[in-house]
């Protein structure tokens, strides 16, 4: 099925807008453009030991605090960090962004860094809601039920995600798979060790059951926001796209501001999805800054710019689950703008 929709005509592309953010990217300080996010990361590195030692002790409460502690950690460090670094945002040095793609992507995500960066910027990004190529389809999960998708299926990425990985090492050379098989295994066994050396678990199975335990901690709202943001909105042909602009007004959506949401997965992420799509090598504390600039060219142009809350898309999508994660999604076509 095809559905149309008539933007506004008046804008003359995406060059008038890329000049605004670039001013107020060339006037922001390094502080600005990396620093702050590096200094989210660097803080979340810092708090794993306080986690770890949480962990020792027998007080329900501090126990608790260690899981949260570590669980936060965990996913700022694999969200957020390994996010920031497929864009090669954290550093304008290109030797430097490599390092920290494989720090973030492969010790600390259990994922293979050339699949993320193919995945998401040659695919994700490169044809964002193109139907077959960049439509978030890998998120569906058509065999599931509503309830279990939404609810159970979540607990199942910190098991699947580096089993994907090495299913994907077959398709890369033989150093490249060797580097990410012993990279993974350096982050999973570091992760497994100061559970036992550090916290103090007396048996394995104990050490793992608290690996997955934290590394499941934010996989509901993970999951929910990959969905959210996209699936549900227009999606378009490969053959018949719109200009870039176009397409991620049309097809990209925020989520309201959550701050946990914020500070683990990153404002490029949660509330400036929009910013980010348009601006991929933007830093979050950068997205952040050019949101009131881009909010406000889209508007001027009558241009959508999709915003909502978690909660009322989490209500959408269990409402209409079968028509945004089993059927096939409708084709949009933009009158007069191909």
Not at 59 to 87: D, E, Q, R
Not at 107 to 118: K, L, N, R
Not at 253 to 261: E, F, Q, T
Not at 293 to 319: C, G, H, I, M, T
């Amino acid at each position: 099925p095809l559905s149309a929709h008539r933007p506004g005509s008046s804008l003359r592309g995406g060059s008038d807008l890329e000049v605004l953010v670039q001013d107020v990217v060339r006037t922001s300080s390094w502080w600005e453009r990396h620093g702050v996010d590096c200094a989210i990361l660097a803080l979340s590195l810092l708090a794993l030991p306080a986690g770890f030692l949480c962990l020792r002790w027998e007080n329900a409460l501090v126990f608790a605090s260690g899981i949260t502690i570590l669980g936060v950690c965990h996913y700022t460090l694999t969200v957020k960090g390994s996010h920031l670094a497929t864009h090669g945002a954290l550093t304008e040095s290109k030797r430097w962004s490599k390092i920290w793609l494989l720090f973030f992507v492969e010790v600390c995500t259990a994922f293979t860094a050339e699949h993320a960066t193919h995945g998401h910027i040659k695919m994700h990004h490169a044809y964002t809601n193109v139907v077959g190529l960049g439509d978030s389809s890998t998120w569906r999960l058509p065999c599931l039920n509503r309830y279990v998708y939404m609810f159970l299926a979540p607990f199942l990425l910190p098991i699947a995600t580096p089993l994907v990985a090495v299913e994907r090492l077959r398709k890369v050379e033989l150093g490249t798979a060797l580097r990410t098989l012993a990279l993974i295994s350096l982050g999973l066994y570091s992760h497994y060790w100061l559970l036992l050396n550090v916290s103090g678990f007396k048996n394995p199975s104990s050490a793992l059951g608290c690996m997955f335990l934290t590394r499941s901690l934010l996989a509901h709202p993970y999951l929910h926001v990959n969905i959210f943001q996209h699936i549900g909105l227009p999606m378009f042909s490969r053959d018949n796209k719109p200009r870039r602009i176009h397409m991620m007004s049309l097809g990209v959506l925020n989520l309201a501001r959550l701050p946990v949401l914020d500070w683990a997965f990153g404002h490029s992420i949660i509330s400036c999805h929009v910013e980010h799509h348009l601006f991929p090598r933007l830093s979050d504390n950068m997205c952040l800054k050019v949101k009131p600039v881009v909010s406000q060219f889209l508007r001027e142009k009558q241009l959508p710019y999709n915003e909502d809350s978690y909660l009322a898309r989490f209500q959408l999508f269990l409402r209409r689950y079968e028509e945004f994660m089993v059927q096939a999604p409708p084709i949009t076509e933009l009158v007069g703008l191909q």
